[in-house]
């Protein structure tokens, strides 16, 4: 697990990881979350919607960006303070989706790094863009 702080952070720095998406995820975020929408839980439902099956929860696929800042770059210590997620194509089960995120901006002054936040599926499919900011962890 990493923890760096702002000056061992450079722009153009990069982490990913990747998951694939099955019903029980869906299913224990849409109890923890309260989002029960059928689309994500009624394959019944979900057949007469514009998607034709079940969909991941968008959210629950952008909580990989979380998992990035908080475990890999910058890692333990960090705090997230702003996100913005565009999604820009559903998630099946069983996709494979690959979350990046790349240091765009670092200021200094405010020990604030600016990501850019990107998602594919296994087609290299874009299903999220977006942008956040992260406030690394205090040099010791």
Do not use: W
């Amino acid at each position: 697990m990493n923890s760096l702080s702002i000056d061992l952070i450079k722009v153009g720095d990069m982490a990913e990881t990747r998951k694939i998406f099955n019903e029980s995820d869906v299913l224990e975020f849409a109890r923890i979350s309260t989002d029960h929408n059928p689309a994500h839980v009624d394959p019944e439902y979900a057949k007469k919607t514009m998607f034709k099956q079940q969909i991941v929860h968008g959210m629950l696929v952008g909580s990989l960006f979380s998992s990035l800042f908080g475990v890999q770059l910058p890692g333990l210590g960090s705090i997230y303070t702003k996100q913005s997620l565009k999604f820009t194509k559903p998630v099946y089960f069983g996709d494979e989706i690959t979350a990046m995120v790349t240091v765009k901006e670092i200021n200094l002054e405010r020990n604030r790094v600016t990501f850019d936040c990107l998602a594919k599926n296994q087609n290299e499919e874009v299903v999220i863009i977006g942008e956040a900011e992260i406030m690394p962890p205090r040099k010791v």
